[in-house]
């Protein structure tokens, strides 16, 4: 698709030859490139919402019809309106239909407002889906508005045609900005709007509430085009630099203010609330056992709260700002194949350690009345090793297949932040009439001994031995530069860099500058953005690798106690009352050996592997809030950090769940031992 879209920048830069040659249509370039970024989740959901719409015909009220139109529009999905309410309409259906018979085959009220709850809650999430998909599409072009605003200020500075800025910055931009900008020569194209300012003016409708100075911006590059001073509208390009930048910073400001409470609130309801209501479970599991049973408590810490907790985190990272990130889609393809090792070896420690725990705890409920040794110590302490395994596995997973990917992208980055100073030296080379080739030579020996140097001394490497042009030396699939560093931000600038030097060095030298200086502001906001959410992060942090897993252990181990206690005072209460003692000579003690049920009662082990899988929940999704907050949608990064927070985190509750079992076990020992 790139190459098509040089074709056709390369048509629209020379109308003279134009003319003669076939041109490939915005509407062909938008469908095709449309086809190749589409999603599986939206083109899924395009498949049920159409299939729905023919099986219901629903209406819909003019403005909610706006609104979903909207998001319809912006998310390229090819649905009505209509078909939307009718998918979800359709799918509360199978959940009514369970909601009756489930109450009517158990006559339980949990599960039927749970499976009520399920519905509604599928109802509500499939008829907003729309806007779903838009948030997550609009989050990821959030963070590409800065460097499409600079893209189309160093084409107009060199040449005042909108057209041609936008077919530049689809060109050069990855999805989604790049599909949007394509949209609107589309628009123009198909003759829904008769100049490319207007279809443009109605896309950045779109973003005048959520970022309004990228708004500002391009109005600011739109007025440029009528400034008939040359200087008046080349300082004009620059403000529109300078209120996208600013803007950015803004919005970085208010979001890390914020931000706060949203994560306060993660912290209270997705762990303290939780691990709190654990203490009070082993009485309540003993004293109100025909109440609350086991499953409906793992449904709850298991599946319940983790949706709850993964809500509240999409809703934190929906308000993100864009513009401080700039993602790799081409390292990814670098290692097609990472998770193919790293899964077999996750499998194999599930087989080796989560298994074979299973097993004994099979044997030791075949080996007498299970009733009772489901609450011994040793089972406990077996179900520890199947978190563990748990734990391990996902380490090792997320681990080993990003490994690669990680030390890879830490050395992209390193020369990424170095960037900045050395296409500034590339531009003032250049600005000296220093051909290109030469230029890249030049930049290497003053930039020696940092990461950035090995990148221009490959492209000069391949210049001076391979006899190749500039153009090859960097994107040539074999030997090119970029094609060691695969980098998207790199390769964007050095095709800038190619564009430019085509034009004339002056020009290839001041967009050099324009791009060092995007670079400088662009790092300063993330550097801010760092030390703002500096407090928030670092709280999150510690509940992920720390906090959670600690007072997990403890709760479970206090649990232990409290457990063993009341099974230790109800047996030898229930002897007394066998040997010959009337409940008046007891007194209280006859009232709890008939209250505290031992064969209803929720055995440690159970809730120790209910909290452990919790714990692994809650890792999980911290790290998908943090990695979120600081490096947005990134899935390499969020799998790494969530690898570093798992292992720290099993460990540690594994270790003080051990720990905390024998010593409260003991204690429980003391407190039963003077009824003997």
């Avoid at 009070?280 to 499953?295: C, E």
């Amino acid at each position: 698709m790139v190459n098509e879209f040089e074709k056709r920048l390369e048509a629209a830069e020379k109308p003279g030859q134009a003319e003669s040659k076939p041109q490939k249509s915005y509407s062909r370039a938008y469908e095709q490139f449309k086809a190749e970024q589409t999603t599986q989740l939206s083109t899924t959901y395009e498949r049920m919402a159409n299939a729905a719409g023919k099986i219901l015909k629903t209406k819909v009220k003019p403005e909610e019809r706006v609104k979903l139109q909207k998001y319809i529009t912006m998310t390229h999905l090819n649905i009505e309106p209509e078909s939307v309410n009718a998918l979800a309409i359709l799918s509360l259906i199978p959940f009514l239909i369970a909601t009756v018979v489930v109450f009517i085959a158990t006559n339980s009220l949990f599960f039927t407002f749970l499976l009520l709850g399920s519905g509604i809650f599928t109802l509500y999430s499939l008829a907003n889906m729309p806007k779903t998909i838009y948030d997550s599409w609009r989050s990821r072009a959030a963070d590409q508005i800065m460097l499409a605003v600079l893209y189309i200020v160093i084409h107009m500075k060199r040449d005042a045609n909108l057209e041609r800025a936008i077919l530049f910055v689809a060109n050069q931009m990855s999805p989604p900005l790049s599909l949007d900008f394509m949209k609107v020569l589309w628009n123009f194209e198909t003759k829904k709007f008769s100049t490319v300012q207007a279809s443009l003016d109605d896309y950045l409708e779109t973003w005048k509430d959520s970022e309004p100075a990228f708004v500002d911006a391009m109005h600011l590059i739109e007025s440029s085009l009528v400034e008939p001073n040359a200087e008046k509208a080349r300082k004009t390009l620059e403000k529109a630099n300078e209120v996208i930048t600013q803007g950015i910073n803004d919005n970085m400001i208010h979001f890390a203010h914020n931000l706060k409470n949203p994560v306060q609130m993660i912290h209270m309801l997705g762990i303290v609330l939780p691990l709190m209501l654990l203490v009070m479970l082993p009485m309540v599991g003993a004293f109100l056992a025909d109440s609350i049973s086991s499953v409906q408590l793992i449904t709850m810490y298991n599946v319940v709260l983790p949706i709850f907790v993964f809500v509240q985190a999409k809703k934190i990272l929906a308000i993100r700002p864009g513009g401080a990130s700039v993602q790799n889609k081409r390292l990814l393809a670098k290692f097609p194949n990472s998770a193919t090792r790293p899964m077999l070896a996750a499998i194999i420690i599930l087989l080796v350690i989560a298994a074979p725990a299973i097993f004994l705890i099979y044997l030791i409920g075949s080996s007498g009345d299970w009733s009772m040794l489901r609450f011994e110590n040793s089972v406990f302490y077996i179900s520890i090793g199947i978190i563990f395994a748990m734990g391990l596995a996902l380490y090792v997973y997320y681990h080993f297949k990003n490994k690669k990917i990680m030390i890879l992208q830490n050395k992209i980055q390193k020369i990424e932040d170095q960037f900045s100073s050395a296409i500034f030296q590339l531009g003032n080379r250049i600005g000296e009439n220093v051909p290109a080739e030469a230029a890249f030579g030049r930049v290497a020996e003053n930039t020696k001994g940092s990461e950035i140097s090995k990148f221009f001394e490959v492209v000069d490497s391949n210049i001076r031995q391979r006899g190749m042009t500039l153009e090859s030396a960097i994107f040539d699939k074999k030997y090119g530069a970029n094609n060691l560093y695969p980098s998207d931000l790199i390769a964007s600038i050095m095709r800038l860099l190619l564009e430019a030097v085509k034009k004339s060095p002056t020009v290839a030298a001041e967009s050099m500058t324009t791009l060092s200086k995007y670079l400088q502001n662009m790092h300063a906001i993330k550097e801010k953005m760092t030390d703002l959410l500096s407090d928030t992060l670092s709280s999150m942090k510690m509940q992920a690798s720390f906090l959670a897993p600690m007072v997990s252990a403890l709760v479970i181990s206090l649990s232990v106690l409290i457990t063993r206690v009341l099974i230790d005072l109800s047996t030898k209460l229930n002897d007394l009352q066998s040997s010959g003692g009337s409940a008046d000579d007891m007194g209280f003690g006859g009232g709890i050996a008939s209250i505290f049920k031992i064969e209803s009662a929720i055995p440690p082990y159970l809730l120790q592997l209910m909290v452990g899988i919790y714990i692994i929940q809650v890792v999980f999704l911290l790290s998908f809030t943090l990695s979120g907050i600081i490096d947005g949608p990134s899935k390499t990064r969020f799998e790494w950090a969530f690898s570093k927070n798992i292992l720290k985190s099993t460990l540690l509750y594994c270790t003080l769940a051990f720990i905390g079992t024998i010593i409260f076990s003991s204690m429980a020992f003391i407190v039963t031992s003077p009824a003997l």
